[in-house]
């Protein structure tokens, strides 16, 4: 077990390793481009989507059932098939990847802004606020941590799962987690997967470090 970690130890740190098409620099890259655009495309349609129903209670149980159905989704399968279908190109990684993402992000708005007490709600209508005044002006910044909850989670399931590029010859992290399987290196291959866990770990402080400074910049 000792030689197995000083060999996963020379294998991150060797400077071969970090360079050329295959080294890690480069597949960092574009693991990194997968899961943060798929996150992306996956929070412009789950954001307002959850932005909606949480506002105005209408299609809570259509948009809830198609997020559960979207967790349910079995993401190696739908890759291999849309990627079938649309003539091996890259493409159905990201329908898999923002699939997996918008469950995430579409409940936990919704949560965030059903969670927003009504008499608060009240009292901004009381006020003279219109309706995108009271959404955007109390409710959101009350759902907002839910909101980011819903974040961090579709990030973290993005960016574990981004792997699934390399089950269809693609690239990122995944790369060394199918092709050590497939050559048996078990160094490889745990490197691979230590490589994508830390990149869901400083990802996730990064959003969590984002949202305490908006917190702290906001005015009481």
Request: a neutral charge.
């Amino acid at each position: 077990m000792y030689e197995l970690f000083e060999n996963l130890g020379m294998w991150l740190t060797s400077g071969e390793q970090w360079s050329g098409p295959d080294g890690i620099a480069h597949r960092l890259a574009e693991h990194l481009e997968y899961s943060l655009l798929a996150t992306l495309i996956g929070a412009a349609i789950g954001l307002p989507l959850g932005l909606l129903i949480g506002h105005t209670g209408r299609g809570a149980f259509l948009a809830i059932n198609l997020a559960s159905f979207g967790r349910a989704l079995p993401t190696v399968g739908l890759v291999v098939l849309v990627f079938l279908a649309s003539g091996l190109s890259m493409w159905p990684v990201y329908v898999a990847l923002v699939a997996l993402a918008v469950p995430s992000i579409v409940t936990n708005t919704y949560a965030g802004m059903r969670a927003v007490d009504g008499e608060v709600k009240d009292a901004a209508r009381g006020q003279g606020m219109r309706a995108h005044q009271v959404l955007f002006r109390v409710e959101l910044p009350l759902a907002f941590p839910l909101i980011m909850t819903g974040l961090r989670l579709a990030l973290i399931q993005v960016v574990a799962t981004a792997t699934i590029a390399a089950y269809v010859s693609f690239g990122g992290l995944g790369r060394y987690v199918f092709d050590g399987l497939a050559q048996r290196d078990l160094v490889q291959v745990l490197g691979g997967a230590v490589l994508v866990a830390v990149v869901a770990v400083v990802l996730d402080l990064a959003l969590a470090a984002l949202q305490r400074a908006l917190f702290r910049n906001r005015p009481a």
